[in-house]
């Protein structure tokens, strides 16, 4: 059973930072490409960012192409998302997957970027 579990989300001013991770259970996965997604409040669900099994594959979506950073350590099975330079249209609810378009997200986690 896929299991996904972020954490990490809070309350940061704009130009701010962020880490979220993400730990993955029930499935194998070095060998999966992982995403992150985000749900903005009154919004459908968009794509931000990839990586590969391996890591050597990353995309970005360009509204967060030079603040975002994602990462992975296999070992640990954990998913990261360094978010940098935080602005209020990054506020949403963020979740890690197995696909693009959200397959088997887990609960998310809260980002609100506000003064």
């Known amino acids: 059973q896929v299991e996904l579990a972020e954490s990490g989300g809070g309350l940061v001013q704009p130009g701010g930072s962020l880490t979220l991770s993400c730990v993955a259970s029930g499935f194998t996965f070095r060998n999966a490409w992982m995403y992150w997604v985000r749900q903005a409040p009154g919004k459908e669900l968009e794509w931000i960012s990839d990586i590969s099994g391996g890591s050597l594959f990353l995309n970005y979506a360009d509204s967060v192409k030079g603040r975002f950073t994602i990462s992975r350590d296999n070992h640990e099975n954990t998913l990261y998302l360094q978010m940098n330079n935080l602005k209020t249209d990054d506020t949403a609810v963020y979740y890690c997957?197995?696909?693009?378009?959200?397959?088997?997200r887990g609960q998310g986690t809260q980002v609100t970027v506000s003064a």
């Open positions: 997957a197995k696909g693009r378009g959200g397959e088997s």
